[in-house]
């Protein structure tokens, strides 16, 4: 069995779609106004957004996106910083990895 859905609640839908769909390269299946969407991956994968006011998960909740090695993962690092947003280097942990807020009030792992 494996996970392939995920409800996130998010305070704006739209910049949260934009930024998996440009980071990780999820595909919009379908949205309903800025308060809801629908991303697939080309695994399978479901992610749901929905608007919600207030976003208010644990300080330790993340969704990861595992990658396919070191090297990808520092592209997305950079491309991240290049576009402004506040990520720390990778580092090794458990495994190769960085985090980054995400728009909309969530926290992204990025790892190999």
Request: hydrophobic share 35%; with cysteine; aromatic share 12%.
């Amino acid at each position: 069995m494996k996970v392939n859905h995920l409800n996130l609640t998010v305070t704006d839908v739209k910049a949260a779609r934009e930024f998996l769909e440009k980071y990780f390269n999820l595909q919009t299946e379908h949205t309903r106004g800025n308060g809801f969407a629908v991303l697939l991956d080309n695994d399978g994968f479901v992610l749901t957004l929905m608007k919600g006011t207030k976003v208010n998960y644990p300080s330790t909740f993340h969704i990861g996106f595992i990658q396919d090695s070191e090297d990808k993962v520092n592209e997305i690092n950079e491309r991240m910083k290049n576009d402004g947003f506040d990520v720390m280097p990778p580092q090794r942990s458990h495994g190769w990895t960085f985090y980054v807020e995400a728009p909309g009030g969530f926290t992204i792992e990025v790892l190999c």
